[in-house]
């Protein structure tokens, strides 16, 4: 079963990991390479142990800690083409680099990992789906419009991680940024608005949708409640009312969740477990992975790094 867990997901950085077993992959690696280490051993997962690194595409928040990252450990690095010859230009680590094509799938142990073309302002953006034989993950961010392929790629996955960057009214009424980085943001080479993304969920929504980790939100232009409400709305208006919807913020990890399939049929229970008083469990707890319990912000300080924009 696959899991996912979000490092960090803004403007300042972006960085989550998806196991499975002993495979871990790191996707995108947009914090600062002392971060990464913090939020991965804070998760129960040694820094030493990643399996790779995936890059959805080159853009600083999503690869700048690659290069100090990489220097203690070799770690491969899978990306397309175009996106590592970018990214190698400021990287002074020896790195195993695997290269693919946008559109290829390959294998990283027993992940499946399928790999599609988005539309943003970067040389060969791509987004994946991770599958294991029970269970799938759709991971895009930095997406300017949903596209036919996204749709299609992303239909029926039972786990979505996906930007909501920005509320269309709070950008509009943003005093902060000039007009043309408001354009930038929204044109169809820029980031999901919350009902963009809406829209996509509505149209990826199957019967196996247990779980949505909204990413990328813009930290003046957008609220995690709003962007949580204006999604579930949507999945409400469709009949579909049992999908868990959280939002992955830059300051607070997501612990390690196992994908909600199994959630959805769990073991059986013998009598004499129903008499023991235990707790109940909220099914919107997510099960860690058994390794040391993770403790999100404990010891997690704020980056400081200047936003380009969002
Ligand atoms: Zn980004
Ligand atoms: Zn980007």
Known sequence: MLEL????SGSSGNSALVCLGETRILIDAGLSARQLCLRLENLGVDPDSLSAI????????????????????????????????????????EIPWHHFEAGNDFMIDDIKVESFSVPHDAVDPVGFVFRCN???LGVVSDVGHVTRMIIERLKGVDTLFVEANYDEVMLQNDTHRPWSTKQRISNRHGHLSNDQTAELVRQIASENLRRVVLGHLSSDCNAPDLARQVIIKKLEAEGLNGVLVECAMRKDPLPLCKTASEEAAPPEISPEEIDEEKPAKSARVCESTGASAPTPSASVEEWSQTEWAF
């Open 134 to 136: 029970r269970s799938s």
């Open 54 to 93: 995936v890059l959805t595409h080159e853009h600083g928040d999503h690869t700048r800690g690659i290069d100090v990252f990489c220097r203690k450990r070799s770690v491969p690095i899978y990306g397309t083409t175009h996106t590592c010859a970018i990214v190698r230009e400021n990287v002074k680590s």
């Open 5 to 8: 867990a979000v490092l960090g």
